[in-house]
């Protein structure tokens, strides 16, 4: 029972220096959203439903302009793939969980929410470095009668939706005293780098982030922003290539 | 199309390949080299996002010094580096990005 609080309370803890860039992020969502002509409860009721920043804003451009239905719908899912890489990387990890632990913590993976589970999951599993053996560690009983780092996610999943709610709301009701040139949007990329720089440990890491990278840049007129998950496939290649090399 | 309705379906949509992995592979039956691609999805994944947005100005590359989005991120970048701290980098981040702003419009 302690061990579940401390996993709940050290995963809110994790989360909490990367909301210094989500909350003004959401902020500028709010703002972006009633813009674009949607009402107060749409704006706030997106958050909610997709729950997915990025592509939340990309979806406030398409409302503006008039986008029809299906093309939004496509782009947001297209945006979202990268969600499908996150899966699979925590499926490993959550695979014994019931169900209903399941479907919770599928809604709560976002990027931010899942880079810190990630790396929690991957730091307090001395095994995980020989990857052949992840699969070992995980199915041993003992282990995983023991293992309460779900906790640890739901605190920095929950962490994080509640203040992507709450910014939402903060950005709809303050929206005219935030103006454009305070360049908000930036505190997505920067938080960003902040998750991304401390991580770079070895050559097949730093291999798989500048190629994905340049990729990116490279495909970025690809339509319907397929270019992030042409150059997230691409970074993850040139990871294993070097890897395999040395 | 009902704007509602775009909203749920795309959030089923996103909610459905966020279950994908999680609810329906056993990672048991994962090919090995999918298993070690696994620790490569954070750095890709993010950095996929982060060059255009520091790189990409007005729909074009710029790679000069007047892209204050890419000097801002730079600067981000090496505090994340030296300090690990996501508050700090964050926050030099905006700073050089308004302070630069600043000195641009002057």
Redesign the interface.
């Known amino acids: 029972m302690a061990e579940i609080k401390a996993e709940f309370l050290n995963g809110i803890r994790a989360e909490l ?2 909301l ?2 989500v909350v ?1 992020f959401g902020m500028i969502y709010g703002v972006l959203a009633l813009a674009s002509g ?1 009402t107060t409860t ?1 704006s706030q ?2 958050s909610a ?4 920043g ?2 939340q804003f990309v ?1 406030t451009q398409m ?1 503006s302009a008039g986008t ?3 093309v ?2 496509l782009t ?2 297209v945006i ?13 990890y ?2 014994r969980l019931r ?1 209903g632990w ?2 919770l ?3 709560l ?1 976002t ?1 931010e929410a ?2 810190v589970s ?2 929690h999951y ?1 730091n307090t599993d001395p095994l995980y470095k020989q ?2 053996d ?2 070992a560690e ?2 041993r009983p003992s282990t995983a009668l023991l293992d309460n780092r779900h906790w640890f996610f739901l605190g920095a999943g929950l962490a994080l939706w509640a203040s992507w709610q709450l910014s939402t709301a903060a950005g709809i009701f303050l929206g005219a005293v935030v103006p454009d ?3 908000l949007d ?15 440990k070895d050559r ?3 291999a ?10 490279l495909a ?1 007129a690809a339509p319907y922003k397929l ?2 998950m042409i ?6 290649a040139s ?2 290539f070097i ?1 395999a090399k040395s | 199309m009902n704007i509602w309705l775009v909203f749920i379906l795309a959030g089923l949509a996103t909610y459905a390949i966020r279950l994908s992995f999680i609810l329906f592979v056993d990672h048991r039956s994962m090919p090995p080299v999918l298993i070690r691609s696994l620790r490569f999805i954070p750095p890709a994944v993010l950095t996929a996002i982060i060059f255009p947005e520091i790189l990409i100005k007005d729909g074009a590359l710029n790679l000069s010094l007047g892209n204050t989005r890419l000097l801002a991120g730079l600067l981000a970048a090496l505090v994340a580096w030296r300090t690990r701290s996501a508050v700090l980098s964050i926050l030099v981040g905006m700073l050089t990005l308004w302070l630069l702003q600043w000195w641009a419009v002057r």
Do not use: C
Not at chain 1, 231 to 236: K, M, N, P, R, S
């Open positions: 220096p990367i210094v860039g003004p949607l749409q009721a997106m439903i997709v729950f997915a990025s592509s979806a409302v029809p239905g299906l939004m719908i947001i899912a979202n793939l990268r969600h499908a890489l996150y899966s699979a990387s925590m499926a490993p959550l695979h169900p399941k479907w913590l599928a809604y993976l990027d899942y880079v990630a790396i991957q990857d052949d992840l699969s995980i199915d040139s305070w360049s930036f505190t997505l990329a920067l938080t960003f780098i902040a998750l991304v720089v401390p991580n770079l097949a890491v730093v798989a982030a500048l190629s994905a990278g340049v990729v990116a840049i970025f270019g992030l150059a997230a496939l691409a970074g993850i990871g294993l890897e």
